[in-house]
């Protein structure tokens, strides 16, 4: 089964402390993403990877980083995380331009 | 910048109505577009994908047509469920090879029995 998973579902975590959210998946895309969905912002991407060892910044990269290492992960990692990164984050895969999600991490930074 | 706008923010119907969610987005240079269900605290689904060159896709009970000219989008639900009870989000990429999608707010369906 085609599958875009993410670890943790739910965090809460302080201020400054470094963590990092994995997102794997099984279909073999070379395109990977991760957004953050805010209350009245909607979806934003945060950054994007076209294949291995190649990753460029969304809209939103400020507070974040990724990496790409292997095909099939894309981890989401905040060095120092700040109150203004509670949010939900979701992790995508694409096929051309058309893009499948993950379920979701909600993280609370407090 | 593309912004893209969603029409109405919230709408609830009862079962059996046919629907007409709306999208609009400001830089007709679009590459594609793509609409989503997104079910409360669960993740995006791919309804259906557009290339710019395309008018319109179906699947199922919806349809969805593109008017690049007039920077539009309707997405046409058939004989609503209960089921199809969710928000439903566009995102219109951009016809410069950009990977960075711009998304709506979404439209949060409610069908009653």
């Known amino acids: 089964e085609a599958q875009v998973t993410q670890n943790p579902r739910y965090l809460i975590t302080v201020t400054g402390k470094k963590l990092t959210v994995t997102c794997s998946q099984n279909m073999n895309h070379e395109y990977m993403s991760w957004y953050r969905q805010d209350p009245g912002l909607g979806l934003r991407q945060i950054y994007y990877s076209m294949n291995v060892e190649v990753t460029d910044k969304g809209d939103v990269p400020e507070g974040y980083k990724v990496s790409r290492k292997e095909k099939r992960n894309f981890p989401l990692i905040l060095e120092s995380p700040s109150p203004n990164q509670t949010s939900l984050y979701f992790c995508a895969t694409g096929q051309g331009y058309e893009q499948y999600f993950g379920p979701g991490t909600r993280l609370t930074v407090t | ?113």
């Open chain 2, 1 to 113: 910048k593309q912004e893209v706008t969603q029409i109405p923010a919230a709408l609830s119907v009862p079962e059996g109505e046919n629907l007409v969610l709306n999208c609009s987005f400001t830089d007709s240079a679009i590459y594609n577009l793509q609409w989503f269900r997104q079910d409360p605290g669960k993740g995006l689904t791919s309804l259906l994908l557009i290339q710019s060159s395309q008018r319109e896709q179906t699947s199922g009970r919806l349809n969805a047509s593109l008017d690049k000219s007039s920077g539009r989008s309707t997405l046409y639900i058939a004989a609503s469920q209960p089921g199809d009870s969710a928000t439903y989000l566009c995102a219109v990429w951009g016809a410069g090879g950009s990977y960075i999608p711009t998304f709506g707010r979404g439209t949060s369906l409610i069908v009653h029995p």
